[in-house]
């Protein structure tokens, strides 16, 4: 993606925060100047990688293929002596973008609707190890919509209106679309590892950053150690 682009991402992501009155913390306004300022007071939040990050999951289409996340807090996820065994941060979505199928394979997650148009979130089962974890098109699809029992066809879809939820386990992939209007999309879950807990289908490459004009934000993948 072009640094630009990432930029510009952020920039409506605060927009449509403050559109939809979801607040964020301050430290969503600090520049890269302010993180590297207070460096050594901020380990902590970026060793867990709180803060922005922005993809378009390498499609060159942000509009259609992408969000902007914003992680408030995290734990790590090997370490639980630490003490936060949880995560929570938003994933914001413009109208008719698309988060692509992928599963986690130690993460379980409440995904909710804070604000907006209608999350519609498509699901199917994965096949095991031994079969290449593929996307299983046939089996019916058990999860909970707000705690209540809900089945799928494979390749079905679940709408979720604003300030509901679904609950999806791991092993159980998943692929998100921003329906009629953008969205504010909360997840709460155990501690958050994209490093090593995200299995995409098909994979998707994480390419470097186009720097082409100066950066405005922190990304939390791109904090100086």
Known sequence: MKRSVIDDGIDWA???????????PGFAFWTPEEWERRKA?????RRVAMGWDVTDYDSGDFDHTGCVLFTLRNGEPFKPETGRVYCEKYLIMKEGQLL??????FKSEDIINRAGGTLRVYVWNSTPEFDGYQKDLKGDVHLRVDGIPTTVEAGGYVDIAPGDSIYITPYLYHAFEAVG???IVGEVSRCNDDANDNHFNPPVEFT???EDAPMRHQLCGGYKQ
Do not use: S
């Open 100 to 105: 692509p199928c992928h599963f986690h394979y």
């Open 14 to 24: 605060i927009e449509a925060c403050k559109r939809w009155h979801v607040n964020l």
């Open 181 to 183: 209007d953008e969205l």
């Open 41 to 45: 007071e901020t380990e902590y939040m």
């Open 208 to 210: 470097k950053i186009m």
